[in-house]
């Protein structure tokens, strides 16, 4: 494990670093795409430093709900910590800021959800590496299959072989986003988004049963009850969608034609 990386006289957190390259990854990808349906790519740096505030505001004041018996003695000191992020309360808090962006730029839409799919993907891929450098406790339950970690310099240390959790969620989500980003060009306006949903909910969902989260309710997690929602809400979506007029571009309003055979 390599929680910290020392330079001399400057320490960094390697969580800190693949959290940064999450956002310039995902940023990048984002740019890509306003190229390729003509909106300014400047965008793209304005859309990732919305999600980045909102999605630090968002995971901490998240966390700090989750924690509250926790933190109420030390609750400011708590609001300015560096640890404590949650992956759920960062993205509510970056989908609102974006939302508030795209309000302002007048690209409320649909294909703004698009855009952002594989992007989301691809940050929480890279994002996770930073939990696996760091062993920041969201590995998983105690086990001796061959694959299996401990994670003795963690910054949530065990001795005991574990499920490493963070690599299985880079590889499914990483896997994700090649296949949302070949996807792009295919379905008609706000399905792309669906199918993230209902992809990254059904990946949490399976990878809540090897990690050392407590049960919340009916044998489930918490993360497992959003993670229902997630594909529900991505089902659902996608069966309207179907039933009033297909999955296919042509039939929206505003979305890119077809291109089929764009890698």
Not at 209 to 234: I, K
């Amino acid at each position: 494990m390599y929680p910290e990386i020392d330079l001399g006289p400057l320490t960094l957190q390697t969580f800190g670093l693949m959290f940064a390259a999450a956002f310039l990854a995902a940023g990048a990808l984002v740019a890509r795409r306003f190229a390729e349906i003509g909106k300014p790519i400047d965008w793209a740096y304005e859309m990732s430093f919305s999600a980045l505030a909102g999605g630090i505001v968002g995971s901490r004041v998240y966390y700090l709900v989750q924690n509250y018996d926790k933190v109420k003695d030390d609750l400011l000191g708590n609001v300015f910590s560096g640890s404590g992020l949650v992956w759920y309360g960062g993205a509510l808090g970056g989908a609102i800021a974006v939302l508030l962006w795209a309000w302002y730029r007048g690209f409320l839409s649909l294909v703004l959800l698009d855009v952002a799919a594989p992007a989301l993907a691809l940050g929480y891929a890279i994002g996770r590496c930073g939990c696996q450098l760091s062993g920041d406790g969201d590995y998983g339950k105690a086990w001796d299959g061959p694959w299996a970690m401990s994670y003795p310099d963690g910054t949530v240390p065990t001795e005991q072989t574990v499920h490493p959790t963070p690599v299985y969620e880079t590889l499914a989500m990483g896997l994700g986003a090649l296949i949302l980003w070949r996807l792009r060009d295919r379905f008609r306006a706000g399905i792309l988004f669906a199918l993230y949903l209902v992809y990254a909910g059904a990946e949490r969902f399976l990878v809540e049963f090897v990690r050392r989260n407590d049960d919340a309710l009916a044998g489930l997690t918490q993360p497992q009850l959003e993670s229902v929602a997630m594909v529900a809400a991505g089902a659902v979506w996608i069966a309207v969608a179907a039933h009033r007029g297909g999955l296919r571009p042509g039939t929206a309003a505003g979305r890119p034609q077809a291109a089929a055979s764009r890698a």
